[in-house]
């Protein structure tokens, strides 16, 4: 629960009438480097999905076309591989699900 605490100024002993709506913005940061240079390539965005990750290897291929570039990615959802399109220089490293019982 999120709650906002303000002060209004209105006139003495008018109860004051105010609309609020709390509102979040968030900026998300794709980011790949090189371990090797530490080169990096960084793309701020407004969200996260599997279209714009998919855009994001897109424009991530076409930084320095000539390499050939191993992304290690998560579990995330939206790191789905269904369906998108990934460049020819670019290849998918997934972290192995580990489920301990």
Known sequence: MMNHLGKYLTASGVKPIV???HIF???YLYGSYSPINGDCFVWE?????TKIFEAYLKEFSLYKPKEYKIVV???A???STKNI?????IH???IPLIIQS
């Open 73 to 75: 990615i998560d579990n």
């Open 25 to 27: 913005k968030t900026t």
């Open 92 to 94: 998918l490293l997934r």
């Open 19 to 21: 609309t609020y709506q």
């Open 77 to 79: 959802g939206f790191h």
């Open 45 to 49: 965005i407004n969200g996260v999905d």
């Open 85 to 89: 399109e990934i460049p020819e220089n």
